[in-house]
């Protein structure tokens, strides 16, 4: 079929979506990615002329520049639609390149969502390819291409081939690090606290042990616990001061790139790469019956929290239409972006509010839906008044002796009908309510419970406090979280274990050569002010050389200090501790991609290998014989199994804990809940109580 105008995008199923809003004038073709980049088995760039980049067609790329010199030719004039970010116009600059394009010609087109109106809007209001916003994306892969071409060889020389060194996967390697070197430093300290149980009447409430005397007082040791109940003689204690307040709490800002993984992680489950592939499947369209395909979320890569006028006014009208008008700030609800926010485009929303996910949930695979559902539910929260909560502070006091109790009511719920932010332990605020009291009533202790405790350790960094650390310190930008926490987990700098992130002798090895040898790449701050200055390229206020150059000029010295100081390092085998049953020489813990495993030290004569397992000190529930060991699956998801394996064929996702059911006889097991861990039957006939 003649067309007129050829549309280049980089995906073929947004391809297909724009096409169908189109019309018959116009054939859509996809890139499919990038079509030019750096060579791979070269640095690509000339240091000594202005750090000049040499780009080739990306290899297997040959039959779609074909493709698109052909369909080019054939149409009067193309429009390239990449993706509305640095990284799309770098695409769009290449196929002009390729393609002969004039890049004064008004060719660029850009939408930031995949819905029928907006991309005709765009195309009446075509642009020339911004060259400021593709030199701060070039300036971004030479400064990559610098660092990781120049320090990986000296690795592979000095550690071990396969390793790689990279401007933000280095800074979060060393992150992953500094907190585990806090770990192991930390000495915990003991403290104590008490809880009260009180009732007035017959109704029944909480408080905790403030201080002595009007003055707040901790508690370090056990001995301080008996200063205390020594002087509670009674059971009755006075309420000596009522406080009540009224608070707001206001709804969370619309997601970002950042947050929506975040988020994603900690209500879904999600790791942050399945996060962005799902939710890049709702940006480029699903097919809705009768409509077609639409875009149900805008551009998923963006640091930016503004929301278009016309979302606000749809949203405005749904929530007073849905929930009453006293629910709806009426587009008035105020949010800031971060500092440093490159503000391109919108924050992560429905491309309209209309399309619930009830109404979406026939067209939506699970995954799909639940992460549509976090999207449109936290925008349409953004858009709602603050929940209104009644608070309450009750003194109680014996004997100088002081309990506080703190108890909360919701008065509006506001936003809160819609959505409630997740925090880091996966707990959400809930009411706590307390009897009606006021000064001067007296109340009576249930019990009394003094309570040891020591402080804990900082925590590990899970996918989730990761990002939000990066984001914090100005390193890297939405679109690089996701490919740098899979990066160093593949070069096995780093090991994600019970979702949190530990780090390996490997990742130790290479972060002590950065600290050593290349201070520059991995100090924090020279890297957010990096950013901070790509982002000025971008906006056409520095030049991309001026930039490049003050990072290399120091980076070459530290190049040459380190070819000449470092030493070889061997990662010595340890001694496994059992001879191989194959050819009777001893067995040796090696360490590969995937972590450390058994190996022949005849090797390459004997080539035996085994997995490293783990007992966990329980004997196998099925055969009686075998004890539980941790596997991995080939997904790396731990289970249990036995090791008697092939010959018992006992598995399982949750942990056996040695003990049989008290009710069936069956075994039980350890299996997560939110709070804590749960001891329950397989059977499903019996559980313990949670322990937190």
Known sequence: MAYKYLVIVESPAKAKTIEKYLGRNY???????????LPKS??????????????????????VIKSLRSAAKKAQKVFLASDPDREGEAIAWHLA??????????NRVVFNEITKDAV????????????????????RRILDRLVGYSISPILWRKVKKGLSAGRVQSIAVKMIIDREKEIRAFIPEEYWSIDGNFKKNSKKFKANFWGVDGKKKKLPHGESIKEITDRLATKDFDVTKVEKKERKRNPAPPFTTSSLQQEAARKLNFRTRKTMMVAQQLYEGIPLGKQGTVG???????????????????????????????????????????????DAHEAVRPTSILRTPEAMKQYLDKDQLKLYTLIWSRFVASQMTPAVLDTMKVTLEQNGVIFIANGSKI???????????????????????????????????????????FTQPPARYSEATLIRTLEEKGVGRPSTYAPTLETIQRRYYVKLQQKRFEPTELGEIVNTIMEDFFPQVINTSFTAEMENDLDKVGAGQEDWISVVDRFYKPFEKELKDAEEKIEKIQIKDEPAGFDCELCGHPMVIKLGRFGKFYACS???????????VKEIGVTC??????????????????????????????????KPVGRDCPKCGKYLVEKKVKGGKQVVCINGDYEEAVQK
């Not at 070269?42 to 040959?62: L, Q, V, W």
């Not at 075998?626 to 092939?646: A, D």
Request: glycine share 6%.
């Open 296 to 342: 149900l979320i805008t551009y998923m890569r963006t640091d930016s929290k503004r929301i278009a006028d016309s979302a606000k006014a749809e949203a405005a009208d749904f929530i007073t239409d849905t929930y009453g008008p006293e629910f709806s700030a009426h587009g008035k609800a105020k949010v800031k972006n971060a500092q440093g926010a490159q």
């Open 97 to 106: 390149f390729l393609l002969n394009l004039d890049l004064n010609d008004k």
């Open 411 to 453: 008065k509006f719920k506001g936003f809160m009908s819609v959505y409630i932010e997740g925090t880091d332990d996966g707990k959400e605020e809930k009411e706590n309510l307390l009897p009606e009291l006021a000064v001067g009533d007296v109340v009576q202790s249930v019990s009394i419970e003094p309570k040891q405790h």
């Open 621 to 654: 529930p099925v055969c009686h014989e075998g004890q539980v060991i941790e596997r991995k699956s080939k997904k790396n998801r731990l289970f249990y199994g036995c090791s008697r394996y092939p010959d018992c064929d006992f598995t399982s996702w949750d």
């Open 602 to 612: 005849n090797f390459p004569d004997c080539r035996n290998t085994k997995p490293i």
């Open 120 to 139: 005709k809007a765009a195309f009446k209001e075509p642009r020339s390819i911004d060259l400021d916003l593709v030199d701060a994306q070039q300036a």
């Open 42 to 63: 070269k640095m690509g760039i000339d240091t000594e002329n202005n750090y000049e980049p040499h780009y080739i067609s990306i290899r297997g790329k040959g039959d």
């Open 27 to 37: 054939k859509v073709v996809a890139s499919v990615g990038h079509i030019r980049d």
